[in-house]
């Protein structure tokens, strides 16, 4: 005998007893006095039966129902929030990425900006200073002389002679 065959016989047992015993009761708590008691127990039996029946009807398909487990929403909520958690986290490792990249490029490009403008005053000292040896250089061949001015006719002579 299994266990729900045992379970009802016991509730079927209780609840006659439990009939017999409190039909008085009901009767006496619904008002129904003025009729007879073999009309009264009929009726009450008979309600009592069909909501028994309707009770285990009930429970049987409550039993025989196919049931889904359901899913704790908690278990959902974590993995959820790690996920966005770690969108951010790769998020905000792109980004500052991004910005470290383009920080290298902006040094990179004043680094040679500044070798650029360097190279240009280089390249202005260097003819500065060439100008200025020419400019000296002019200066010492217009200043200097081989030989004094008043010996200047005898460096002539010399100079034909030579020749």
């Known amino acids: 005998m299994s266990f729900m065959n045992r379970f009802r016989k016991k509730e079927y047992e209780i609840d006659e007893r439990a009939k017999l015993d409190g039909a008085a009761a ?43 487990p359901v899913r704790t929403v908690r278990q959902r909520s974590w993995r959820l929030a790690a996920g966005w958690a770690l969108a951010g986290v790769l998020a905000a490792g792109g980004l500052g990425g991004g910005i470290q990249e383009h920080r290298h490029k902006l040094e990179v490009a004043r680094m ?22 020419d400019l000296l250089a002019n200066v010492d061949s217009d200043v200097s002389r081989e030989v004094p001015s008043a010996l200047e006719p005898l460096a002539q002579l010399m100079d034909d002679d030579n020749k």
């Open 112 to 133: 040679a900006a500044a070798a650029r403008v360097a190279e240009q005053q280089r390249v202005i000292a260097e003819q500065k200073a060439k100008e200025e040896e």
């Open 26 to 68: 009901v009767r006496g708590a619904a008002g129904l006095g003025g009729q007879e008691p073999a009309l009264q127990d009929a009726e009450l039996e008979e309600a009592l039966a069909n909501f028994r029946l309707s009770v285990i009807a009930w429970s049987e398909a409550e039993l025989g129902r196919a049931r889904t």
